[in-house]
């Protein structure tokens, strides 16, 4: 199983940026996808999920209204769009995908995880 993300970068406050992650290996329709992201000197923490059939999402409350995260089970790809980015933004960004539950915010319930790609929001 592979999961590859992509799309991070550096970018001024404000802008925006679009995440990929691509997967392959795993049967993707059967998976929560998920989003985290690990700031410097900090832990993991849940940035963002969707369920397999993309009818429920959840965010966590600092980035609601600012991110959007959506699938594509035709290309076993997971998506988050990022506007109005901010420093506090700034982390590496990892995809990662459970069988287990489908709105997972822990780390724990999660089977597998890409790489991650940073994101760099300057002020």
């Known amino acids: 199983v592979q999961l590859q993300a992509c799309g991070g970068g550096l970018v001024q406050a404000g802008g925006s940026l679009r995440l990929s992650c691509a997967a392959s290996g795993l049967t993707f329709s059967g998976y929560a996808m998920a989003w985290f992201r690990q700031a410097p000197g900090k832990e993991r923490e849940f940035v963002s999920v969707?369920?397999?059939?993309?009818?429920?999402?959840s965010y966590t409350n600092s980035v609601k209204g600012r991110f959007a995260i959506s699938r594509d089970n035709t290309k076993n790809t997971v998506y988050l769009q990022m506007n109005n980015l901010k420093p506090e933004d700034t982390a590496v960004y990892y995809c990662?995908?459970?069988?287990?539950?489908?709105?997972?915010?822990?780390?724990?319930?999660?089977?597998?995880w890409g790489q991650g790609t940073l994101v760099t929001v300057s002020s």
């Open positions: 969707i369920s397999w059939n993309a009818i429920s999402t």
């Open positions: 990662a995908a459970s069988g287990r539950l489908p709105l997972a915010t822990m780390t724990s319930p999660y089977d597998y």
